[in-house]
């Protein structure tokens, strides 16, 4: 399992035109799934990227996570970074 994580003021996904899925301040996730992941990837995966800690608190430091900040996570199906 593979995944680029970015942190996002918003985002949105449309498909032929429609928007499938919008948030607001949080993370956007691209994630790729190879043939040989399971629930113990996708366990770790999901809680690595919660705990991320990219989110500034009141000091400018880099040290919260989505969680701390109430934020959203918008993932999306990328097969293509296994290619």
Do not use: C, N
Request: aromatic share 6%; hydrophobic share 40%.
């Amino acid at each position: 399992m593979r995944a680029v994580v970015q942190r996002v003021s918003d985002a949105s996904v449309h498909v032929d035109g429609e928007l499938v899925g919008s948030i607001e301040a949080g993370l956007l996730v691209y994630v790729g799934v190879g043939p040989g992941d399971g629930k113990a990837e996708l366990d770790y995966m999901s809680r690595k990227i919660a705990g991320l800690r990219i989110f500034q608190d009141d000091e400018g430091r880099m040290s919260r996570s989505v969680q701390d900040v109430g934020g959203s996570v918008l993932l999306v199906s990328q097969f293509t970074l296994y290619g």
